[in-house]
């Protein structure tokens, strides 16, 4: 790699701080393009400066080149050697460097060792994530009060779910409006499947704005409270809105495209769509969460197969259930789940990667999920012209 600096690295003598800033910002390039030869070089100039953060920088820069090269002793001895310097935003960083390796070595209780003391250097951004990981930590170890107090610490206080609270009180709203007046308003926003076939578009969304009854209102919002919160917690309210929306479509094409030409209400398809999301999320991306809420998630499959069978069991009963909706919006959650990375918990998959990254994964919309999201809006569109060619023929 060819480093160019504005002055001499090779030259002995003491360096000023703006210098060594220089010459650790290269180091960090140089590891960036894969080369932790040059990368240790420029670093380990570095060492012995009066500024003891500069020199915990370096030690760090040189553990990481090390880390890089496989050699593992000499990156814990660097990183060791960063702690030993006092406080600083480089010690943090050692310290999480160093529990990483353990971990990744097997030394559970010398990672743990390792957080306790990141915990302590740690900004007030990252605790919540350096909390998680010492109560997983501890719960291997077999201290279940440490993990217990650890992942409390760890959730703080869990941002109000306001997307799903506001979809509930919007829904129960209009459903109170249409179930107390003279029928237009449902007619108007149910799923009519010639009129969807004539282009009124809106009812793919609508129809989850009314229900057939208070009964079916409350035990939809109910089952939307517990879904709907636990989906906003994991992924933020945004992407809880796009997949409440998107599984609400698919459900609605699905029921237009093989639930037959009567009409429906609910918002049961959006809500299998997020119990999909849920059961998918668990076994594809394993969320770091508390005990209460793993057993929450655990169920998920079971609660599904039984709401199905129930559905089936009810229809055959004369019990009039979309089971069209129910599916669609299940497997669009269950895409969405696979396809969409939990923003607002760290998960398993990446908690314990060799480059210590922010305190939580926060992944947008890259180009390959994406486009998996607009392969789903695709489906949904060939799936709702499907089902116009056989209510038109």
């Known amino acids: 790699m060819d480093v160019r600096l504005p002055f001499d690295p090779s030259v002995p003598g003491p360096l000023d701080a703006g210098s060594a800033t220089a010459l650790l910002d290269a180091a960090d390039r140089a590891l960036q393009a894969g080369d932790p030869r040059t990368a ?9 400066n009066r500024d003891p953060s500069l020199t915990a920088r370096a030690y760090v820069a040189i553990g990481d080149a090390m880390d890089r090269m496989a050699q593992e002793d000499d990156a814990l001895a660097a990183w060791r050697n960063a702690t030993r310097l006092g406080p600083s935003p480089a010690a943090y960083a050692a310290q999480r460097r160093i529990a990483s390796l353990l971990v990744r070595r097997g030394d559970n209780a010398g990672a743990l060792a390792a957080y306790r003391e990141a915990d302590r250097l740690a900004p007030a951004e990252d605790r919540a994530e350096i909390a998680s990981r010492i109560g997983w930590l501890s719960k291997e170890a077999g201290d279940t009060r440490g993990a217990r107090r650890a992942f409390a610490r760890s959730r703080g ?13 919007i829904t129960s709203a209009v459903s109170f409006l249409a179930l107390a007046g003279d029928g237009s308003l449902t007619a108007l926003l149910m799923l009519d499947k010639p009129g969807l076939a004539a282009g009124e578009w809106w009812r793919l969304l609508t129809p989850t704005l009314v229900h057939g009854g208070l009964m079916h209102l409350a035990l939809n919002m109910f089952a939307l409270w517990i879904a709907g919160s636990f989906v906003e917690r994991l992924y933020g309210p945004a992407t809880m809105l796009l ?6 479509a698919a459900g609605s094409a699905a029921s237009f495209a093989f639930g037959g030409p009567a009409p429906s209400v609910g918002a049961s398809g959006a809500v299998f769509g997020l119990f999909g999301v849920l059961f998918a999320v668990q076994r594809i991306h ?3 969460l508390d005990r209460r809420a793993r057993a929450v998630l655990g169920q998920m499959g079971g609660l599904i197969v039984l709401n199905l069978v129930l559905g089936f069991v009810m229809t055959g009963g004369g019990i009039p259930i979309d089971i069209a909706a129910h599916v669609g919006g299940l497997l669009a959650g269950l895409w969405l789940g696979f396809l ?7 998960t398993l998959s990446s908690m314990w990667q060799r480059s210590d990254g922010p305190a ?8 390959v999920r994406a486009v998996g999201v607009l392969a789903l809006v695709a489906i949904v569109v060939t799936v709702v012209a499907l089902g116009i060619r056989v209510t038109i023929s």
């Open 286 to 288: 394993d969320p770091v």
């Open 340 to 346: 969409l990375v939990p923003g607002r918990v760290t």
């Open 243 to 248: 997949i409440y929306v998107l599984t609400a």
């Open 360 to 367: 939580v994964e926060r992944r947008g919309l890259d180009p």
């Open 157 to 169: 206080g869990d941002p109000l779910p306001f997307v799903t609270i506001g979809i509930i009180a």
């Open 40 to 48: 240790w070089a420029l670093a380990g100039r570095v060492v012995g």
